[in-house]
T-cell receptor, first 113, second 111 residues
């Protein structure tokens, strides 16, 4: 069974630009969560989607948004990039409504210059 | 809100046993996770506890006490490859799907 796939693995963007990251969950998994990881803050929850609906949202500004498609693939978008958005963005895949296991992808390393 | 505390760093010797503690405060507790993360890599799922007690999985065991808001991860027969960060995460606050992570414990295994 293939794992969680995130693309791209690395990105360099300029301040003010926008970026879209993609996550394909494990086959059969319907929940996708997104996290931002920085050295100072650790793993911070962005949002979680289940069957195309956003179920939970973290404390991030509205520049951070996401969506989930009918095949459970998810995208997150960050608009008007700031230097502080430089981070590793991780998505986690889970099977059902209640999360008892969550498997992470390799992440997308975003650098904003 | 939720609060999770773990020691920042620990050092242990190859072949030894190490216990990494995690204390948490949350309402509506729905489970506690442990992850291992090597530098530059994604977190790897280790365990999930929702009921009190010890769960054993090979060299790794995880314990939970809900009344004390306390968990630990026990690593036996330490190997050099166990050098990594260990992340404690809690699902709570009335949700069944939002993980809140601690800042992680960096474990260094030495010869």
């Amino acid at each position: 069974k293939a794992g969680v796939t995130q693309t791209p693995r690395y990105l360099i963007k300029t301040r003010g630009q926008q970026v879209t990251l993609s996550c394909s969950p494990i086959s059969g998994h319907r929940s996708v969560s997104w996290y931002q990881q920085t050295p100072g803050q650790g793993l911070q929850f962005l949002f979680e989607y289940f069957s195309e609906t956003q179920r939970n949202k973290g404390n991030f500004p509205g520049r951070f948004s996401g969506r989930q498609f009918s095949n459970s693939r998810s995208e997150m978008n960050v608009s008007t990039l700031e230097l502080g958005d430089s981070a590793l963005y991780l998505c986690a895949s889970s099977e059902g409504r209640r999360i008892t296991e969550a498997f992470f992808g390799q992440g997308t390393r975003l650098t904003v210059v | 809100g939720q609060n999770i505390d773990q020691p920042t760093e620990m050092t242990a010797t190859e072949g030894a046993i190490v216990q990494i503690n995690c204390t948490y405060q949350t309402s509506g507790f729905n489970g506690l996770f442990w992850y291992q993360q090597h530098a530059g890599e994604a977190p790897t799922f280790l365990s999930y506890n929702v009921l009190d007690g010890l769960e054993e999985k090979g060299r790794f065991s995880s314990f939970l006490s809900r009344s004390k808001g306390y968990s630990y991860l026990l690593l036996k027969e330490l190997q050099m490859k166990d050098s990594a960060s260990y992340l404690c995460a809690v699902i709570g606050g009335g949700t069944a799907s939002k993980l809140t992570f601690g800042t992680g414990t960096r474990l260094q295994v030495t010869l």
